[in-house]
């Protein structure tokens, strides 16, 4: 089957192997964190974030708080109880880093351990530069093209904006209703 066509990709086939770990009998995704050095230069100074899978479905709130909260101040801890796994953020990037090297390969009651690793930063967390304050801006409006902005691609040349409107020039009645 090696080296066959589907559709328009060729299909690779190789033996799957895997990995032995004396501590869990299988090795883990991430478990190459063993130092806190390695745990620090995996992420930036900024995230503070730690990203835990494999949660069982009956982990609550208060339980990752008190499992995480020796490693430092807790900001936020969300859960997707349904889909097994949750985040933990920290004030502090060193507290994160702690958490993920302690607690990754630890069960919390569930067939499997739970795996830690950093989560992704969030537009919250990152230094963004300051948003100048800018006025709003209002466009004009011209008769027969309300709420149009007259800087995109026009249907007539400026000059047809600048004049006045007369209704009568256009054909319609200036009183009255259609004839």
Not at 110 to 129: D, I, L, M, Y
Request: with cysteine; aromatic share 12%.
């Amino acid at each position: 089957m090696n080296g066959e066509w589907l559709g328009s990709r060729a299909i690779r086939c190789n033996w799957a192997n895997q990995k032995i770990n004396s501590n869990l009998g299988m090795e883990m995704p991430g478990s190459d964190i063993n130092s806190m050095s390695s745990v620090l230069t995996l992420s930036s100074p900024t995230n503070t974030t730690v990203y835990i899978g494999n949660l069982p479905s009956d982990v609550s709130d208060q339980y990752l708080r008190s499992v995480f909260s020796e490693f430092g101040m807790i900001e936020e801890i969300r859960i997707q109880k349904d889909r097994g796994f949750g985040f933990v953020r920290f004030q502090v990037h060193d507290s994160a880093a702690r958490a993920i090297l302690t607690v990754n390969g630890r069960n919390f009651g569930g067939s499997r351990p739970v795996r830690c690793s950093w989560g992704k930063e969030r537009a919250s967390n990152q230094a963004q530069p300051p948003t100048p304050a800018v006025a709003p801006v209002s466009y004009p409006t011209y008769p027969g093209y309300v709420g149009i902005n007259p800087y995109t691609y026009p249907q007539y040349p400026p000059e047809y904006y600048q004049t006045n409107y007369n209704p009568s020039i256009y054909g319609y009645p200036t009183q009255g209703g259609y004839q």
